[in-house]
Structures are given as C-alpha cells and as structure tokens.
C-alpha cells in the first residue's frame, strides 16, 4: 500500500504556471469557479453563493491535503498570484496505487492549453512522487473538452457508465478515462 504524505507541501512548476497552496486569499476566484454556471455545468455540484462557502471549500482542499487524503493546486500563470483554476488528485485509493484527478479553470482562460499543461505536470506528480500506478478522470459524457484535454494527456477512455449517479431528480452518466504508469 502506498504511503501518502503531502507535508511538506510541494509547488509545481511548468512553463507558464506556478501550482500552488490554496489560501484564503483566493476567496473571489474560488466563488467565480464554484458559482459560474458554465464551469459547474458538468460537475454535479451545488453552486457556491457566498464567499462563507468559497471559504469553506478552500478549508476543505487544504484540511484534505493536511490529512494526506487529496491534494489540489492553484493554478496561476507565472509572476501573477491570481488563481484561474484548480487541479488536483481526489479519492486517492493507496490500497490500489490509483487517484482520481480532477481541474476546473475560469472560462476566460478557456482553450489556451493551461489544463493541458497543468496535468501534465501534475500526473508526473502522481506517478514520480505519490507512485501512483494509475490515474483516473470521471467526466459527463457532453464534457467534450474535457474528454479532447484528457486524450491529448495520453488517457484512454475505460467505460460509460449509464446513470451511476443521482443528482438533482436525475440520474446522470458518466465516463472514465485513465492513464497507467508506464515506468
């Protein structure tokens, strides 16, 4: 079984992004990704609508990552501390050598390769750092973006599961991609 431990808590660094800590401090970005309609279009999620809430998902992120259950990184562009996104690994099975990874970024960043190269970055974390063996990505089967960026990070498509969650009155579908490490 695999040892988890995220203390002390390592930055990322790739070309144009810093990936950093979550703090308070990111309150406003926090609540523009959580309330916008568009971003949470796909994940099945009640909107934030308050900065308390914001607050309350940031202290979330970061009592996860003290307790080595998940970790999440602000994604900021180099030379600016402004969070535009998050990425991290959720539901980390140790038992199994497998994480889910999961991303959200604010829209006007939208279609200029940052979640590419975010993952990237943070898959090599996973496999180099947490020795992880696989990764996956749970995405709603009309998240066509988010299914191009996760095949383009070299993630195969594992199935389509049909209506497996109940969200809302509905039952929704959803798809898992994933990548193995091959070292």
Excluded: C
Aim: no cysteine; proline share 4%; charged share 25%.
């Amino acid at each position: 079984m695999l040892d988890i431990n995220f203390s002390p808590f390592h930055n990322l660094e790739t070309e144009r992004l810093l990936l950093r800590r979550l703090a308070n401090e990111d309150v406003n970005e926090i609540l523009a990704l959580r309330s916008d309609q568009e971003v949470m279009k796909y994940i099945p999620r009640p909107l934030a609508k308050t900065n308390e809430e914001a607050l309350a998902h940031i202290a979330m992120i970061n009592e996860k990552i003290d307790s080595n259950e998940g970790i999440n990184w602000a994604i900021t562009l180099k030379g600016n501390p402004r969070l535009i996104g998050i990425i991290g690994h959720y539901r980390i099975r140790p038992e199994h050598f497998r994480a889910e990874i999961g991303y959200m970024l604010l829209p006007v960043y939208n279609g200029n390769g940052i979640i590419s190269e975010a993952i990237k970055e943070v898959v090599n974390y996973g496999f180099e750092v947490m020795k992880l063996h696989s990764i996956e990505a749970i995405i709603d089967p009309e998240n066509f973006a988010s299914e191009r960026v996760l095949q383009k990070n070299g993630f195969l498509k594992e199935a389509h599961l049909k209506e497996n969650e109940y969200y809302e009155g509905r039952f929704l579908d959803t798809v898992i991609y994933s990548i193995l490490n091959q070292h």
